[in-house]
């Protein structure tokens, strides 16, 4: 047993989704949260930069002393997947592996979509995850600009739908019967994703089974908070405004951030002839 914090990270504030499934499941464990705000959003980046951010925040959170990282953002896990658990002592989650675990046990008709920023849907990680089942057919889309939207804190616009029946339009036509929303994001669009699919579809999202991998490692592992364990949850950010790291929480998530704390990743030395 150990009452060190969970350490959680993505690239803002998207992964607290992942925080609130956890911390529904583990309501004794405590938590500490960073979003990566000085480089976000990742989903546009070379998937080289990403890495090297992705580390220099888990880095962090190491000196920290977490008992485990979880990595909370698609891009950032499609990014440095092996890496981080080949870097690290502590246990390390990531959000495709139960995505993708739960697409195989929902699809009825074998057709599975995904959808996510250009980084995850051009690291092919989803594809290659769920391809090793010959007998799946795999459609991914990637949906740039449905973070913009949660960024600005516009989930339920016209011009949301509009965007949506674009992007969408090509799964839709392939006849999925499950999409994985594989961007942290997504979930705060769930309404418009969920009507332009329509009822018959079955949306996959990280966050909760997320959640029950970080229930199972610490249950394994025996890492579990003692039983007197107060729970206490940390925000920090990497970018220069605390501010809008708050706004935009409070805006997603209710009122469950009260404080954000900045803080600065150390650069890091990755060796020669890392791309
Ligand atoms: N957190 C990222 C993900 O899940 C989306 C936001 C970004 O592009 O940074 O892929």
Redo the contacts with the bound molecule.
């Keep these: 047993m150990t009452d060190a914090p969970i350490g959680i990270f ?3 504030v ?2 607290l989704t992942v925080a609130r499934a956890v911390s529904q499941l583990l309501p004794r464990e405590s938590i500490v949260y960073i979003g990566d705000t000085a480089h ?6 070379p998937i080289a930069d990403v890495r090297r951010y992705g580390l220099e925040v888990l880095d962090t959170l190491v000196d920290e002393g977490v008992k485990m990282l979880v990595i ?7 990014a440095m997947l092996r890496d981080a658990r080949e870097r690290y002592d502590v246990p390390v989650v990531e ?1 495709i592996g139960p995505a993708v675990r739960t697409a195989l046990s929902t699809t009825r008709n074998r057709r599975i979509g995904v959808i ?2 250009e ?2 849907i051009g690291s092919g990680v989803y594809q290659d995850m769920l391809g090793v089942d010959a007998t799946l057919e795999v459609f991914a889309q990637a949906c740039p600009r449905f ?1 913009e939207f949660v ?1 600005a804190g516009v989930t339920d616009s016209p011009e949301v739908l509009r965007v949506a029946e674009e992007y969408l339009a090509p799964l839709r036509h392939a006849g999925v019967d499950t999409l994985v929303l ?5 979930p705060f669009l769930e309404g418009a994703i969920s009507y332009v699919m329509g009822e018959g579809v079955s949306l996959v999202s990280s966050d909760t089974e997320t959640a029950k991998d970080v229930y199972r490692q610490l249950v394994s592992r025996g890492l579990l908070a003692g039983p007197d364990a107060t729970a206490l949850h940390t925000y920090e950010a990497t970018g220069d405004s605390a501010e809008d790291f708050l706004r935009l929480a409070d805006r997603l998530m209710g009122r469950g951030v009260s404080a954000v704390r900045l803080v600065q990743t150390g650069a890091i030395d990755l060796p020669k002839g890392t791309p």
């Design positions: 993505d690239s803002g998207g992964g976000s959003p990742y989903g546009p980046k909370a953002c698609n891009t950032a896990s499609a959000v996510g920023t980084g995850t973070v960024e594989g961007c942290t994001h997504y």
